[in-house]
């Protein structure tokens, strides 16, 4: 089957059957545009899955209070990277109990915050957090409930910028530092080992790498369960990816029941409370950035469209080559040409796409970015002074 989210209704671009023409009139542009169902749906899916504890939404790739809310409602946990996400997760709405807290450089502010706070997991990356927080729980008198990052060392056939478990990653604990972690951990009164967690990479195309990733844990999970009783859940991370080529809700749903199955294969009978902390895929998709051709500009080599956002706006493509369709808002007709697409920034890197085919589009035409609810306007700056832009939801 085919659901596609960008469809010409005519010449009018629509997105998951919005006329984009009719929304973005009042506003100026740039704008990005939400449409909070294409979330909504998302959550649905996962939390169908019958052997899920709870579905922990990781902050990082959206941190808008309107998509907390959707969260919130949907009963999702958070799991955040750093002391302001673990504040705007409070601020909208969630309670500590909700905060499963992740990052590989804690600071002592942060961990101090956490164990006073009482949240329910921090997921510990490395042996220096463990002696902080060793300290820490003793100064407060407060026992602390922490995950063990492993690293599963599987290769997640990502871009490099997006892989979190291989061999020499920043991320997690190595298997045999990891069992020095285990008996760090056995010694300290306030330090409960509840869960082993592992996030192996974004934008995970091959849902096979998953379970190679379990299989790799599952043997950890046995033996540290033999001197850590209270350990219970298994922490399975996020990264399942979403093709940017296409944007074709049943595709998207089949690949989250071809990783749903796998779970449930690998974890039927394990007995563990499972946690999941997804980002990319529940909200990529539910955005569109509106952006104005302001310049075409034709050299012998290249045909270059330039835009009125960039990389200060939406940094992927620059950042790691990352890819967004670019479809313009009304349909004309005449030669199809090949543009390359950039942005404002006074920076050479501020490409979006390069060599991409558009029917005929003039100075003045509106373009969608396509699929940038996701590590979009999180990651965005105000580099070169640049006005933020809005963000609207429908
Ligand atoms: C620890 C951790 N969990 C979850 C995620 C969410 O990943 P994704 O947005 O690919 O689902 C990330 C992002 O890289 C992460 O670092």
């Given at each position: 089957?085919?659901?596609?989210?960008f469809i010409y209704?005519?010449?009018d671009?629509?997105?998951?059957?919005?006329k984009l023409?009719?929304q973005?009139?009042?506003?100026q542009n740039?704008?990005?545009?939400y449409?909070?169902?294409v979330?909504t749906?998302?959550i649905d899916?996962?939390?169908s899955?019958?052997?899920l504890?709870?579905l922990?939404?990781a902050?990082k790739?959206?941190?808008?209070?309107e998509?907390l809310?959707?969260?919130?409602?949907k009963?999702?946990g958070?799991d955040?990277?750093?002391?302001?996400?673990m504040?705007?997760a409070?601020?909208?709405?969630?309670v500590p109990q909700?905060?499963?807290?992740s990052?590989?450089?804690?600071?002592e502010a942060e961990?101090?915050w956490?164990v006073e706070n009482e949240?329910?997991?921090i997921?510990?990356?490395?042996?220096?957090?463990l002696?902080k927080?060793?300290?820490?729980?003793?100064k407060?008198?407060?026992?602390?409930?922490?995950?063990?990052?492993v690293?599963?060392?599987v290769?997640?056939g990502?871009?490099p910028?997006i892989a979190t478990?291989?061999?020499?990653?920043?991320?997690?604990?190595g298997?045999s530092d990891?069992i020095?972690?285990?008996?760090m951990?056995?010694?300290q009164?306030?330090?409960?080992?509840?869960s082993?967690?592992?996030h192996?990479?974004?934008?995970?195309m091959n849902v096979?790498v998953?379970?190679?990733?379990?299989?790799?844990v599952?043997?950890?999970?046995?033996?540290?369960r033999?001197?850590?009783?209270?350990?219970?859940?298994?922490?399975?991370g996020g990264?399942?990816g979403i093709?940017y080529?296409?944007?074709?809700?049943?595709?998207?749903?089949?690949?989250w029941?071809?990783?749903e199955a796998i779970?449930?294969?690998e974890?039927k009978?394990?007995?563990?409370?499972?946690l999941l902390?997804?980002?990319?895929f529940l909200v990529?998709?539910s955005?569109?950035?509106?952006?104005?051709v302001?310049v075409?500009?034709?050299?012998?080599?290249k045909?270059f469209l330039m835009l009125?956002?960039g990389m200060?706006?939406?940094?992927?493509?620059?950042?790691?080559?990352?890819?967004?369709?670019?479809?313009?808002l009304e349909?004309?007709?005449?030669a199809?040409?090949?543009?390359t697409?950039?942005g404002?920034?006074?920076e050479?890197s501020d490409?979006l796409?390069s060599?991409?085919?558009?029917p005929?589009?003039?100075?003045?035409d509106?373009?969608?970015?396509?699929?940038?609810?996701a590590?979009g306007?999180?990651?965005?700056?105000?580099?070169?002074l640049?006005e933020?832009?809005l963000?609207?939801?429908?």
């Amino acid at each position: 089957m085919s659901r596609k989210l960008f469809i010409y209704d005519g010449s009018d671009l629509t997105f998951s059957s919005l006329k984009l023409k009719d929304q973005v009139e009042s506003y100026q542009n740039p704008v990005w545009i939400y449409k909070k169902e294409v979330i909504t749906e998302r959550i649905d899916w996962i939390q169908s899955w019958k052997g899920l504890g709870r579905l922990h939404y990781a902050i990082k790739a959206n941190f808008h209070p309107e998509i907390l809310k959707i969260m919130k409602d949907k009963n999702c946990g958070i799991d955040a990277v750093s002391l302001g996400e673990m504040k705007q997760a409070i601020k909208y709405g969630f309670v500590p109990q909700d905060i499963i807290f992740s990052g590989v450089a804690k600071s002592e502010a942060e961990l101090t915050w956490a164990v006073e706070n009482e949240i329910y997991q921090i997921n510990v990356e490395n042996q220096s957090e463990l002696k902080k927080l060793i300290k820490i729980t003793e100064k407060l008198n407060k026992k602390v409930n922490l995950g063990l990052r492993v690293n599963p060392e599987v290769d997640a056939g990502t871009h490099p910028g997006i892989a979190t478990a291989l061999k020499d990653s920043k991320f997690g604990l190595g298997f045999s530092d990891a069992i020095e972690a285990l008996g760090m951990i056995q010694g300290q009164k306030n330090l409960i080992l509840k869960s082993i967690s592992f996030h192996i990479g974004s934008q995970i195309m091959n849902v096979n790498v998953f379970e190679k990733a379990i299989q790799t844990v599952k043997p950890f999970y046995a033996e540290a369960r033999k001197n850590h009783p209270q350990l219970d859940r298994l922490d399975l991370g996020g990264g399942l990816g979403i093709d940017y080529h296409d944007a074709d809700s049943d595709v998207d749903h089949s690949r989250w029941k071809q990783l749903e199955a796998i779970y449930t294969k690998e974890l039927k009978d394990f007995g563990a409370f499972l946690l999941l902390e997804v980002g990319r895929f529940l909200v990529a998709r539910s955005c569109v950035l509106i952006s104005r051709v302001e310049v075409i500009k034709k050299t012998p080599s290249k045909n270059f469209l330039m835009l009125d956002a960039g990389m200060s706006l939406l940094m992927r493509p620059s950042l790691y080559e990352a890819f967004h369709q670019v479809l313009p808002l009304e349909k004309k007709s005449g030669a199809v040409e090949s543009y390359t697409v950039v942005g404002p920034i006074c920076e050479s890197s501020d490409v979006l796409v390069s060599d991409f085919q558009f029917p005929m589009i003039e100075e003045g035409d509106l373009v969608a970015i396509c699929d940038v609810g996701a590590y979009g306007a999180s990651m965005s700056s105000n580099y070169n002074l640049r006005e933020p832009a809005l963000e609207i939801f429908i």
